[in-house]
C-alpha cells in the first residue's frame, strides 16, 4: 500500500497546485480490499480496510479529529474501482497533508496564511471595464466590511497590480482570527491559496458565505475574461481540479467549525 501513497495521496500540504499535478499522473493500485469503515481509536476515527488501519506516507494512521471527516474519508475508499484511483481521493489528499505536513508545524502554517494579510486578492482592483469593477465590489466588498465589522481589520484598496502596505492594526487584527487546530489551518491554507484570499478563506471558516460563494468570488476575473473572449477549456478542466480540492477543505472547515 506504501507506494500508492507516495506516489499519489501524500502532495505538499503547502501546495493544493501540487496536489492537483501529482494526483493526474499518481500510480494506481489494483483495489485488495473489500469493505471499508470507520473505527475511533486513540488517534482519532481512523479509516478500516477489511479491519486494518489505513496509513499515511510516514506510516501514521489514517485518523480524523471527528466522525463526519473520516466517513468522508471512508466513503472515497469505498467508491473505488478496481483500481485505487489518487485523483479521485482529494479528501484523502488533504487528510494526509494535514497528519503529515501541518501538525507538526502549524505556526509555521499560519504564517504562511497571514502573509495574505499583506497581498490579498480582495484588494486589488481593476480600473476597468465598468462592468468588471462593479462584479468585484458586489463579491469583495461585503467580506471586506465583515472584516471590519466583526474582526476590527480595516484594509486599503488598490487599482491595478500597485502594492498597498497594510496598516498593521489591520493585519494584526486578522491574524488574531486564525485557528491553531491542525485540522482547520490546514483546511484554511489549502482554501486561502486555491482562491488567493485568507480573507475568503475566513468568511468560510466562520459562516459569513458558504462554498459556491466563496468559489465563485473568487473567479471574478476568470469568470468574466470567459465571458468577454470565450471559454477556455484547459482552464476549465485545471478549475474543475481545484474545486475539487476546495470541496474537500472546505468540507473539513464545516466539519470543524
Known amino acids: 500500500m506504501r507506494d500508492i501513497f507516495e506516489e499519489g495521496l501524500g502532495p505538499s500540504p503547502l501546495d493544493p497546485d501540487e496536489s492537483v499535478r501529482r494526483s493526474s499522473r499518481g500510480a494506481r493500485l489494483k483495489r485488495f480490499y473489500k469493505e471499508v469503515t470507520v473505527g475511533e481509536g486513540p488517534e482519532g476515527f481512523a479509516v478500516l480496510l477489511d479491519g486494518k488501519p489505513v496509513k499515511t506516507p510516514s506510516r501514521r494512521p489514517l485518523a480524523a479529529p471527528g466522525r463526519l471527516i473520516a466517513e468522508a474519508l471512508a466513503a472515497e475508499w469505498a467508491a473505488q474501482g478496481e483500481w485505487v484511483d489518487p485523483a479521485t481521493m482529494p479528501v484523502t489528499r488533504l487528510a494526509n497533508s494535514i497528519i503529515e505536513g501541518v501538525a507538526d508545524q502549524v505556526e509555521a502554517v499560519a504564517a504562511d496564511i497571514a502573509k495574505f494579510f499583506e497581498t490579498d ?6 480600473d476597468g471595464p ?5 462584479r468585484q465590489g458586489t463579491q469583495w466588498d461585503p467580506v471586506l466590511d465583515w472584516m471590519r465589522d466583526e474582526l476590527g481589520a480595516r484594509f486599503m484598496l488598490a487599482e491595478g497590480i500597485r502594492y498597498v502596505p497594510q496598516a498593521e492594526a489591520a493585519t494584526r487584527a486578522a491574524r488574531a482570527a486564525l485557528p491553531r487546530d491542525p485540522w482547520t489551518v490546514g483546511a484554511l491554507h489549502s482554501v486561502t491559496t486555491l482562491t488567493g484570499s485568507a480573507l475568503l478563506a475566513l468568511a468560510l471558516l466562520r459562516g459569513f458565505r458558504d462554498a459556491d460563494a466563496i468559489w465563485q468570488a473568487a473567479h471574478v476575473d476568470e469568470d468574466w475574461n470567459f465571458e468577454t473572449w470565450g471559454r477556455d477549456e484547459i482552464a476549465l478542466e485545471r478549475r474543475a481540479a481545484r ?3 476546495f470541496d474537500a477543505a472546505a468540507l473539513v472547515l464545516g466539519a470543524k467549525g
Not at 486578492?121 to 481593476?126: E, H, K, S, T, V
Open 121 to 126: 486578492l480582495l484588494f486589488y482592483r481593476a
Open 243 to 245: 474545486r475539487a480540492e
Open 130 to 134: 465598468d462592468g468588471l469593477v462593479k
